[in-house]
């Protein structure tokens, strides 16, 4: 809201929340102006200049040589202004405009999410996150954008992917919930053909509750909408949008089939034609093989009105304008499709990233991404230290342990078997994780770690293994063993006991016959999964991939939609790409644009209502974004506005008064019909106002004697009582 009443010169803007009131019917106080007289002139001068004028000087602003002063009763301010700009001793003279509250907040707006600071894709300051230390300003300018109001239209996000975590604290109040269905009554009450869908679905288990046994999901919906300023965690690109969860992606992150996608594709059609409100959808999956199915699937979105933000992919070596390497959805040649590749905190294009100059629209931030995840790392290892340093957080056990660390040629440290060559034969060893893992009961337990193993295929291997409760002779594999493969993460399933306490190792085992060079173990995490209602709001983790890049384009998307619920996804599409930063590019890559995602660039251009006023600058002056001409005075705002600054200035008509000079004309008039001066009440200076020659008297505004009699029509009028046209 708009607080309003004038401030004078070097007066503070103050912002009211509470107040609204009219705006004054004029731009200026009607009977005041701001009058400049040049530096030699006396003060004598100026005072007999002000007498002579009918003017009363209400004080003087002594730092710049200012005088505002108070006409006389029914001066017009505009024929004021010219008779002292007519005098050789006066620089100018103004009316004394009024200024307002500005619709925008001058600050950014920082929430108070704890850990705000470490979301440089927001808001990125140049310190280190992650261990990296960004480049400030490399960052999307969300705090920046959240100075803009939200409609109150609801907007829903599709995130078509592993599933969401409903409990997490950040997620818990942003899913959204089915209007037209009654949880669980087993009855498919808005007859979608999905029974109970209240809550979206799961296309892997073919049930109404997509919960994430992944991560992948949860971390993706957080980076669109985890709530802001709720004294938890994170917050998301866009607040007070829902999240519609779709669960095509199992437990381990591996989509079930091109189907599945395409079903999901087809429910949020569905929905959406029934009446919900789903603009934007999020595709953070994808592969190569290109899909005829999936393409009519996304096609028919488009039709609903739906843009989908699909991530470019994660391959260094893949452009995405070649078809033997591209990557799907994100390539198909539809408009409702933009194509997010990732970028760093110091704006280089992330070096895993897809890219294609036809193919691939734009970079956000896609590395080092906090975000809300299903469970809390209880420990983590990258084994990043010197060669040969104590493993205080690992107990070493058994025939020929030789655990240790290694540096590998590429300059990382491992944790190995062997660091200092092939394993013994005949090994039996424990690698132990010294501290015990403690949670709350009914939690779920799991490891994650990465690894290269070189092993006797005959019957040597290496097993991940857990113990709950201390409970020393009933240790339990974890997943399968391994008997070689290299490059590999390995998440092997959660484990769930009645137990509050684990326990973790692993076992290397190995017979007489063939040896080899052993494993290589890097990046341990242990993961607590809590049970319904235990989150606490520290369940984060950073990850890096353009499956981050894409939900920031869906959350800058879901944004533009809340601000202007009228844009269709072509014109949100149009503002972001138009509205990027330029990025560092390597050599031999493109994308579309060569630029990264920034929202408050693109939600200020909005521009509806087509008049040529940006939204920002129509929230600066107060005029109606949704209204060409606000003032209806035949000028657009945009016309009005000629220094396109959203700020009243002395040389412009105002967007907010239609008769800025008070003549009786309005501005528009002036200008195209009688092509009088509509910042100047009497044109042609002959004591009639513009608007009584038209109006009343019949004479010509243009001209002072309009019947050439020697007599100015004024002095006709005013002072001989003589008839101007005769």
């Not at 933000?309 to 539809?334: E, I, K, M, R, V």
Request: with cysteine; glycine share 8%.
């Amino acid at each position: 809201m708009k607080l309003s009443g004038y401030f004078l010169l070097f007066s503070c803007l103050v912002l009211s929340f509470h107040v609204q009131a009219q705006k004054p019917s004029t731009a200026y106080v009607p009977d005041e102006l701001l009058v400049r007289f040049r530096e030699t002139t006396t003060p004598k001068s100026i005072a007999d200049t002000h007498k002579s004028l009918g003017a009363t000087v209400i004080k003087r602003l002594d730092a710049i040589g200012v005088d505002h002063i108070k006409l006389s009763v029914g001066k017009n301010p505009a024929r004021a202004v010219a008779e002292y700009e007519s005098l050789p001793m006066v620089v100018y003279a103004e009316p004394n405009y009024y200024r307002y509250a500005q619709g925008l907040p001058p600050n950014p707006v920082v929430p108070t999410d704890p850990r705000f600071a470490d979301q440089w894709g927001l808001h990125n300051t140049g310190r280190a996150v992650n261990g990296t230390v960004g480049l400030a300003d490399a960052d999307i300018d969300a705090p920046e954008a959240w100075r803009y109001p939200l409609s109150s239209q609801e907007v829903v996000v599709a995130v078509i992917d592993s599933g969401i975590c409903f409990d997490h604290p950040d997620l818990a109040e942003v899913f959204w919930v089915n209007p037209d269905e009654i949880p669980d009554d087993g009855v498919d009450n808005d007859g979608n053909g999905y029974v109970d869908d209240a809550w979206g679905w799961d296309f892997v288990g073919g049930h109404n509750a997509p919960w994430d046994e992944n991560k992948h999901g949860s971390h993706v919906a957080g980076v669109v909408a985890a709530a802001r300023n709720n004294a938890n965690g994170v917050c998301g690109v866009v607040s007070k949008v829902k999240i519609l969860p779709l669960r095509i992606l199992d437990s381990h992150g591996v989509v079930t089939t091109v189907d599945a996608m395409a079903s999901a594709f087809g429910y949020t059609k569905i929905l959406k034609d029934a009446g919900q409100p789903i603009w934007i959808v999020n595709c953070s999956v994808g592969g190569p093989n290109e899909s005829s199915t999936a393409y009519l699937a996304i096609q028919a979105l488009a039709e609903s009105g739906i843009l989908v933000c699909a991530a470019a992919g994660n391959d260094p070596a893949t452009d995405n304008d070649n078809p033997s390497t591209s990557n799907y959805p994100s390539s198909y040649t539809l408009d409702n499709i933009i194509a997010v590749a990732a970028s760093d905190s110091r704006d280089q294009f992330a070096p895993f990233s897809h890219w294609g100059a036809a193919s691939v629209d734009l970079a956000a931030p896609g590395v080092d991404i906090l975000s809300t995840v299903p469970y809390r790392i209880f420990f983590e290892d990258d084994f990043e230290c010197e060669q040969g340093k104590v493993l205080t957080d690992w107990w070493v056990s058994g025939t020929n342990a030789w655990w240790g660390l290694e540096e590998l040629s590429d300059g990382n440290c491992w944790m190995s078997d062997s660091p200092s060559g092939y394993y013994a034969p005949y090994t039996d060893s424990f690698l132990e994780l010294v501290p015990t893992i403690t949670f709350p009961l009914g939690s779920g337990v799991s490891v994650e770690f990465y690894y290269e193993a070189y092993l006797d295929l005959c019957s040597d291997f290496l097993s991940p293994e857990i113990v709950f409760n201390t409970d020393w002779s009933s240790w339990l594999l974890m997943g399968e063993p391994i008997y070689g493969g290299t490059g590999i993460w390995q998440e092997p399933p959660i484990y769930v006991s009645g137990a509050s306490q684990a326990a973790f190792c692993w076992y290397f085992y190995s017979n007489g016959l063939f040896q080899n060079d052993g494993v290589y173990l890097d990046n341990f995490k242990v993961k607590v999964w809590p049970p319904n209602g235990a989150f606490d709001g520290t369940e984060l983790e950073f990850m890096p991939g353009t499956s981050m890049a894409s939900p920031m384009v869906a959350g800058a998307a879901a944004f533009l939609k809340s601000v202007e619920p009228g844009l269709s996804c072509a014109q949100i599409k149009a503002l972001i790409l138009a509205n990027v930063d330029p990025i560092t590019m390597p050599p031999g890559k493109q994308t579309l644009t060569n630029g990264r995602l920034n929202l408050h660039n693109a939600v200020r251009m909005i521009d509806y209502d087509e008049d040529e006023m940006i939204l920002e600058h129509e929230l600066q002056y107060g005029t109606d974004p949704h209204k060409q001409d606000t003032d209806n005075d035949g000028l657009s705002d945009g016309t009005e506005d000629t220094n396109a600054n959203g700020i009243l200035d002395s040389s412009e008509t105002s967007a907010l008064d239609g008769d800025t000079d008070g003549d009786g004309l309005g501005d528009g008039a002036e200008i195209a019909t009688y092509e009088t001066d509509p910042l100047l009440a009497d044109t042609d200076a002959d004591g009639l106002d513009d608007g009584a020659e038209v109006a009343t008297h019949g004479t010509d505004p243009l001209l002072a004697d309009t019947d050439a009699d020697g007599l100015d029509d004024g002095a006709e009028v005013a002072t001989h009582g003589t008839d101007p046209l005769l």
